[in-house]
């Protein structure tokens, strides 16, 4: 009667050892594949706010004269790389529709960590666009109150 039960337990854990590591697996595949959505998200958020984010720099930067502002007006009229960084989203969020299932988890973790990075690294890019923003705002309101006390002679003309 020991030895049945003994061959009893042994057969369970046999079948209940894989059934659980393939759970498992699964499991961990599926909180991947929510991660990498969950980054995907969050780097679309990113960029939408920094779209939002440089056009409102846009008055600030038509306050500085032509000749000053002339690099800064480039990169804030520039939406390509946005629109890139986008479509790059996009294609990622295709790949995990596509190669979701079948790919393996190394490759998914390769994927995850490289949304992880580009989440991290728009978000200190996103702090420092905000930094130079209060510092541009800052800095024109200090030069206008400064004009205002020039005579009129030394003053800039604005250009159009």
């Not at 594949?33 to 969050?42: H, V």
């Not at 007006?73 to 390509?80: D, E, I, K, P, R």
């Not at 996009?90 to 989440?119: F, K, M, T």
Request: glycine letters at 4%; charged letters at 30%; a neutral charge.
């Amino acid at each position: 009667m020991l030895i049945f039960l003994l061959l009893a337990g042994v057969v369970a854990l046999a079948i209940a050892t894989p059934m659980l590591l393939r759970y498992r697996s699964r499991l961990r595949r599926q909180r991947t594949l929510s991660r990498m959505l969950d980054l995907a998200d969050a780097v679309e958020a990113l960029l939408d706010r920094s779209q939002e984010r440089m056009a409102a720099l846009r008055p600030l930067v038509d306050r500085v004269p032509a000749d000053i502002a002339a690099e800064a007006n480039a990169s804030l009229q520039g939406s390509l790389p946005i629109r890139e960084a986008k479509r790059d989203v996009l294609q990622h969020r295709l790949w995990i529709q596509q190669n979701g299932e079948s790919a393996d988890q190394v490759e998914l973790d390769r994927a995850c960590a490289a949304l992880a990075r580009v989440r991290e690294r728009l978000d200190g890019q996103l702090a420092e666009l905000e930094n130079v923003g209060s510092d541009l705002a800052s800095a024109t309101e200090a030069a206008a109150a400064a004009a205002l006390r020039e005579p009129p002679t030394l003053r800039r003309t604005p250009e159009a």
